[in-house]
């Protein structure tokens, strides 16, 4: 038998060998080609080139066009390079059949070099075209450079001319055409030698931009040590002229650069960048009057993040100053580290995140700091020389970032004279007034794409969940949420346009679903977009329409919606699609609907789509939980919100045709915000969950015959869990099964048995390796174990520290195995929904983030673990599918995904057992 084996091996080799001569030969075609590179003296890198066609490929690599001795690998290393090293470099790939030669790159060796006009030249009609030289250091390579040009007629009498902003990585050569030089016989052109490094792109507006900063001084409180005449620091934009030889003032004080903790992140594996920010500059300049060309500007207030600075949206402010606005940062009672005019440096106290007393005193302190800012508004108006008279404070409006944003939000609601708000992903609002009723003006909530809404992973620290869009429920009128893909929470500072995306996801807690950031410069472009657009549609009049709806200008917002715009097609299915008796597909979408509060649908498997039911607030809205076929053959679902007894959801049941019953308002007692979907007990009745709600206020569990008679069977008060997203399953022991988030310090998360009459028993926690936070059902297998999945954890190594979820099987003891680990790009992450099992015994699954696109994918896993990617989402497909699949009666399986789909609105997918993946339904439109 060996012997017949070699023999074959030989055969087939010399047969091989016989047709290649008959092949075509294909020639060498460039997949990857070479790319820049930036260095000093210090660095390393490679050059790479990545090609294919038939072997065997050789390589030469060429200097400015001369061939590079021994350099005839597809990679070129080069170490220490030295300024002789700076120049143009590319490869020639060759085979028998031809050769191809590569796009060339450079090579750029930073060494720092002053500002310079390094050459005019003159221009048929006239004009005059400008460029200018000068380099940066290596460690502000990533950064921007600023080149104030000025210009003259007599060298006497100079005048700003424009403020050149140029990418200190980009190769081309910074050039200024001034259309203006035939209006003179003579012009003159100066810039200063000074290096100025800024991270901010430059502002869009026809203003320039002056600034100052001022220490307010309240009498009425004391300071942390008793003090009287407490003081924080605040920093003003505003429209400015510009002046001759007027530079761009300084980022921030050289005190916040180097102690400020967001921009060291070396303790987490991250970068420290406090010395590049030391030395960077503002677009702004120091002192400059007020411009003149309007008689009032609005004003807006900045709050900062948590431990943030004042300047911490620099970017941002900037720019609502080039539009008009005049925007005042504030520093908090927590900001990390401020310094006053005395020179002296006042560090913040710690923001205690564990406490709940804390976290309200804190937004107490903010919250009463802007107010007196809005007080001293008045004095400035009428008295400062620098903007007295010049302030339109009938146009107050805040914003602000994480707790800045819940102070904007209470400001709003507190005071009167803030007529709009804006909140740049805000992660709890602490007062309770604020959850319970609309503010009463327009407001702008920018969310990021760190989870589902509302997110188990984002808890108070009295473990109930998060509440933004809780909050946008609430609101009547005038309201938008725009969700941004590829960010997380900080994303929507300045802050990753200074630091590094590998130490902004150390620092910060990861990286998004999609398993890549978006680009921090089109990040700050898309939220000043928004924010522009909002306050000069509420504070102007001026309407640029981009707040209508979903816009092709920015299609890194996966999910819009507002309730001037509601109604409409159904959209953002978050919840999955059940099998009725006739074949067909029935399933909710979260938003939509003739009353834009979300519908329940009917789909065939052919895809023909049909609204049966549409949500008007009374009756419910957003459901969010897959809908239940009944014994009965009518379905039961819950809606997160809405009802008759406050915005606290409801259960309803709504038949085949259509016909709607809700049969339960919670009151908040008995449950609130139940986000999971229904199971029918083997007595008939109705068992489910709700996130908040109860006697502590974090959960309930709850039973509902499906005449409407509800009896609460557990109020979760930490102890015992807290914060139920999953939905209940029945064991065939007739008790339920069950999970919470928990997300404490003893807890990332538990799973628990309860019996039908509410006795609760914990079987296992969560720690993070094994898995963090189960926001999933649990599925029971036919082998008697128990099989479920984790949106976090797992391999800790990953994804800052927090993994990318699990999945997991669990003996009826509670005995936990991880399965499998999540890595992110290669096989997906954040796995929301429960698994179904097969026919044949696999189980499948989704994620929703992740894959090749970052859209999400859908898995098989063997009872043994051995996991297989299916479909890898791409947006166009579908994103985010965040609900568990179900298996049709032919045998393929049918899900959501929640955005995406030609239309942005979410899809409903049908997928076989090899992953052939079809669209059935694409929600929107957009």
């Known amino acids: 038998m060996k012997t017949n084996h070699l023999k074959t091996a030989t055969f087939i080799g010399a047969w091989f060998g016989y047709l290649a001569p008959w092949a075509a030969l294909a020639q060498p075609i460039i997949t990857t080609q070479p790319t820049n590179h930036f260095a000093n003296t210090a660095s390393s890198f490679n050059f790479y080139v990545g090609a294919s066609g038939t072997a065997p490929l050789s390589y030469q690599w060429l200097f400015n066009g001369a061939s590079i001795a021994g350099a005839t690998l597809s990679s070129l290393p080069v170490f220490s390079p030295q300024p002789s090293q700076w120049g143009y470099y590319s490869v020639i790939v060759s085979n028998a059949s031809g050769s191809v030669t590569s796009q060339v790159a450079e090579l750029e060796i930073f060494s720092a070099a002053p500002h310079s006009l390094s050459g005019i030249q003159a221009q048929p009609d006239g004009s005059m075209n400008l460029s200018f030289a000068g380099e940066m250091t290596a460690a502000l390579g990533p950064y921007y450079d600023l080149y104030p040009l000025e210009c003259s007629s007599n060298l006497v009498d100079w005048a700003p001319l424009a403020m050149l902003q140029r990418s200190n990585a980009a190769l081309d050569t910074l050039r200024f055409s001034d259309t203006n030089a035939p209006n003179f016989s003579q012009r003159f052109y100066r810039t200063p030698t000074n290096q100025l490094a800024t991270p901010d792109p430059a502002p869009t507006g026809p203003y320039a931009v002056g600034t100052f900063s001022m220490v307010m001084i309240d009498p009425s409180r004391t300071n942390a040590v008793g003090e009287t005449n407490y003081q924080f620091m605040t920093t003003f934009w505003y429209p400015t002229v510009p002046q001759a030889g007027l530079l761009p003032a300084k980022y921030v004080e050289p005190q916040v650069a180097l102690g400020q903790s967001y921009y060291n992140v070396t303790a987490y594996g991250g970068g420290n960048f406090s010395s590049q920010v030391a030395g960077f500059f503002s677009h702004s300049l120091s002192n400059a009057p007020l411009a003149t060309n309007l008689t009032k500007y609005p004003v807006l207030v900045y709050g900062p993040i948590g431990r943030g600075h004042r ?109 709009a708000g804006v909140a740049f992903d805000v992660v709890w ?93 089109r990040a700050s472009q898309l939220v000043r977009g928004y924010l522009l657009s909002f306050f000069n549609k509420f504070l102007k009049d001026q309407d640029d329409h981009l707040l209508d709806g979903p816009s092709a200008a920015y299609p890194e917002v996966m999910q819009f919606l507002s309730t001037s715009s509601a109604s409409g097609a159904p959209k953002y299915p978050c919840a999955g699609v059940v099998q009725g008796s006739d074949g067909s597909l029935y399933g909710t979408t979260a938003y939509g609907g003739a009353g834009g509060n979300g519908a329940v649908f009917q789909v065939t498997t052919g895809g023909v789509l049909t609204v049966l039911v549409s949500f008007n607030g009374t009756n419910g809205s957003h459901p969010g939980g897959t809908l239940l076929r009944g014994s009965d053959g009518n379905f039961y679902g819950t ?56 006697a502590q206020g974090l959960g309930t569990a709850f039973k509902i015959t499906t005449g409407g008679l509800l009896t609460l069977l557990v109020s979760f008060n930490g102890t015992n869990g807290s914060a139920p997203f999953a939905a209940l399953v029945q064991g065939s022991d007739g008790n339920f099964y069950g999970s919470t988030e928990d997300n404490n310090v003893t807890s990332a998360g538990r799973a628990f048995r309860m019996t039908p009459s509410g006795v609760l028993t914990t079987l296992a926690f969560f720690t993070g390796a094994n898995g963090l936070s189960p926001s999933a059902g649990i599925v029971l297998g036919t082998n008697g174990y128990s099989y479920g999945t984790t949106e976090f954890g797992g391999n800790l190594s990953l994804n800052g520290g927090n993994g990318f979820g699990t999945v997991f099987r669990m003996t009826s003891a509670g005995a936990l195995t ?109």
Not at 313 to 331: F, H, I, M, R
Not at 367 to 389: I, S
Not at 464 to 482: G, I, K, M, S, Y
Not at 515 to 521: H, K, M, R, T, V
Request: with cysteine.
């Open 311 to 419: 300047r911490d949206n620099t970017d941002k402010a900037e720019d609502l100053a080039s539009w008009g606005y005049v925007v005042v940062g504030v520093d908090a009672i927590d900001t990390y580290v401020s310094v006053f005019p005395s020179g002296t440096v006042l560090t913040g106290q710690v923001l205690n995140v564990t406490s709940m007393a804390s976290l309200s005193s804190e937004l107490e302190a903010r919250v009463r700091d802007q107010q007196f800012v809005l007080d001293q508004l008045e004095a400035l108006d009428a008295g400062d020389p620098r903007l007295g008279g010049r302030l339109d404070l009938d146009k107050i409006g805040a914003f602000g970032t994480g707790f800045g944003a819940s102070a904007a939000a209470q400001l709003c609601l507190r005071d009167p004279r803030c007529k």
């Open 818 to 926: 991880t399965l499998a680990s999540f890595s992110g790009v290669l096989n997906g992450s954040a796995p929301f929904a429960a698994l179904v099992q097969g026919s044949e015994g696999n189980f499948y699954g989704t994620t929703a983030g992740g894959g090749a696109f970052g859209c999400g994918t859908v898995f098989k896993m063997t009872p043994a673990g051995a996991l297989t990617t299916l479909v890898h989402f791409n947006g166009v497909n579908g994103n985010s599918p965040q609900a568990p699949l179900i298996q049709g009666t032919d045998g393929n399986f049918y899900g959501t995904t929640t955005y995406g789909g030609p239309n942005g609105g979410g899809t409903v997918f049908q997928v076989t057992t090899n992953g052939v993946l079809t669209t059935l339904v694409a929600f929107g439109p957009r």
């Open 429 to 521: 609002f602490i007062e309770t007034n604020v959850l319970t009723q609309a503010l009463g003006i327009p407001f702008l909530f920018l969310d990021t794409d760190r989870g589902p809404n509302p997110d188990p992973v984002w808890q108070y620290p009295d473990g109930r969940p998060d509440d933004r869009l809780d909050v946008f429920a609430e609101q009547v009128t005038n309201a938008c949420w725009a969700k941004v893909a590829s960010t997380i929470h900080g994303s929507l500072c300045d802050i990753p346009l200074i630091v590094d995306s590998a130490s902004f996801a150390a620092g910060w807690g990861g990286v998004p679903m999609s398993g890549q950031f978006l680009p921090p410069a």
């Open 639 to 694: 809606t997160a919100y809405g009802g008759t007894n406050g915005n606290n959801g409801t259960v309803f049941q709504v038949t085949p045709a259509g016909v709607l019953t809700t049969l339960v308002s919670f009151s908040g007692c008995d449950g609130k915000h139940p986000v999971a979907g229904l199971a029918q007990g083997n007595d008939g009745d109705l068992y489910g969950t709700t996130i908040l709600g109860g």
